[in-house]
């Protein structure tokens, strides 16, 4: 079944302790995205990347990591958590067009800082 | 820039009756995809339809029709005889074209439909 899995689905941690959440796809997808949605924002890109090694900044970046050293996986770090970014995040994949085909998206993680 | 606006934030309706979710978009592009995603209780998002701006056809699929009107720069989607299993959260998104660069959605604030029994 083609799909996005990421994972945990539900976590909770303390301000400043380190976590990743994974994100892998098994369509053979070039483009990979990071997306978090908060009560009356919408989604918001975080990251994105075109291909393995190619990685670039969406609207709201800050406090985020990532990298992509395989084409099916694309894992999101945060270095230092913070409250505000509590949140429910969606990892995302799309053919080599781009988003002008949609993404595929993953199940969401929700994340809790405290 | 891009930007998509969802203006009706929440919708109360009766079960059979027909609801329509207002979309409107700018884009300076010329070529560029419109979506919609429903996000049920469980959380996940699922694909309800792409739509480019070349194609103004109306569409419908099911219960689901979807009014794309450039003149006016909207894309509204209709649930006829809605039905409680239609709950959710509704995105409408845009994309600019394949462009490099061009891999981003932009979401609209979402609208979230009820329909009560």
């Known amino acids: 079944e083609a799909q996005v899995t990421q994972n945990p689905r539900y976590l909770i941690t303390v301000t400043g302790k380190k976590l990743t959440v994974t994100c892998s796809q098994n369509?053979?997808?070039?483009?990979m995205s990071w997306y978090r949605q908060d009560p009356g924002l919408g989604l918001r890109q975080i990251y994105y990347?075109?291909?393995?090694?190619?990685?670039d900044k969406g609207d709201v970046p800050e406090g985020y990591k990532v990298s992509r050293k395989e084409k099916r996986n694309f894992p999101l770090i945060l270095e230092s958590p913070s409250p505000n970014q509590t949140s429910l995040y969606f990892c995302?994949?799309?053919?080599?067009?781009?988003?002008?085909?949609?993404?595929?998206f993953g199940s969401g993680t929700r994340l809790t800082v405290v | 820039a891009q930007k998509v606006t969802q203006a009706q934030t929440e919708i109360s309706v009766v079960e059979k009756e027909d609801v329509t979710l207002d979309c409107v978009y700018e884009t300076r592009d010329t070529t560029y995809y419109l979506f919609w995603y429903k996000q049920p209780p469980s959380g996940e998002l699922v694909f309800l339809i792409r739509r480019n701006s070349f194609d103004e056809q109306n569409e419908i699929s099911g219960r689901y029709s979807w009014n794309f009107q450039k003149s006016t720069s909207s894309f509204n989607f209709t649930i006829t005889a809605s039905q409680v299993v239609d709950s959710a959260v509704y995105f409408c998104a845009l994309s600019e074209g394949e462009r490099q660069g061009a891999q981003k959605l932009v979401f609209g604030q979402g609208t979230r439909l009820t329909i009560n029994p």
């Open positions: 369509m053979n997808h070039e483009y």
């Open positions: 995302a994949s799309s053919p080599r067009q781009g988003a002008s085909y949609g993404y595929t």
């Open positions: 990347s075109m291909n393995v090694e190619v990685t």
